[in-house]
């Protein structure tokens, strides 16, 4: 769920990551840090580099540039990744709640005071996309019941400000997804990040924050007096993703718990113990039917994942198919990493 959109996320901070670090690479080739590697260069590669070098920036220069870019690109690939969760999110309510009355009143306030936003703002360039009728007409189907109402996202996005902690937390809630940072900061690859990475010298607010300082610096030209070395820039790129696949599980968690209220997920089973290097977990199961290949939810404190049954196992047997009764133990492994404690959790069609 919501895979689609992280391996974007993904695939762009890794072309930042290559982009970081083939600069830094040119860059100490050109100024002479490398000189083993340029001794050991053959005749067509010098002239590679010396054609290079014509136009070469001064290296402080290149370095600014490089800093800028990168923390400005992060932000967009955040920024960009944020609205279209929400958005994903908000296609999926009617799914779960099929009555446009059924939502929560404050989601039905945002949603009615967006529409009169929007409204009044359709001459803009950004709302070019948008007609009168594609604004309203969510809003008229769900207050009539005439049809299936939608959300449209951009009666939800609306944020003038950068997406520090709080803007953040405000998307979110608008859109029915209350305390998003109390999970983010519980997240496994968060808590990594500041405690592993960062050694418990920064704060997930903290972090996000330089962000935004660095990119808010190099979009308005602002001289650029600290500099973000090669693991620094690194490091950001990992955070940016960290914090993307928190709250991609957090928007994953929400639709789960509503299917479970509505009869479409049953909760069959948790993780009793858990075996890292083969991926592989004890489970105690109730009564249902898994087969190899299928996958299910892994949910607990912080955590939503889809995983795919690699291979059954009782009693020592493998299974391709198995019927259980309640309370089986059986052996699972998965194509994900997981922990013990983790409850199992099954979609009905």
Known sequence: MFQELLITVKANISTVHSIIKTNDKLRK???????????ELDQQAQFIISFLMEDIPKARDWRVYDHCSAVTRLY???ERFIEELISEWLVLIPGLFPRYLDLDQSIRNTHQIGVGRLLCELNKNRYEHLS?????????????????YELLADAF??????????TLEKLFANADIPNAWAWVVKHRAIKYFIEEIRGNQNTVEGE?????SYRNDAAHGSPIDDLLGLNALLELCDFIEALCQALAELV?????????????AREIGKITEWFKKPKAAVAKIEETILSVGESLFLVGEAYCLLATIQSIQIDGVTKDKIQTTTEMELGLKFDVDARKELRLYQLRA
């Not at 639709?255 to 009869?263: A, D, L, N, P, Y």
Request: glycine content about 8%; cysteine-free; aromatic content about 8%.
């Open 29 to 39: 080739i050109a100024f002479g840090e490398e000189t083993i590697i340029k001794q």
């Open 76 to 78: 967009a690939i955040y």
């Open 132 to 148: 009168i009728e594609e604004v309203v007409r969510g809003l008229f189907r769900g207050v009539t019941g005439e049809a299936e």
């Open 157 to 166: 996005l609306f944020h003038e400000q950068n997406l520090r902690q709080e």
């Open 208 to 212: 996000l924050n330089e962000l935004i």
């Open 252 to 264: 994953t968690y929400q639709v789960i718990e509503r299917k479970k209220s509505i009869g479409q």
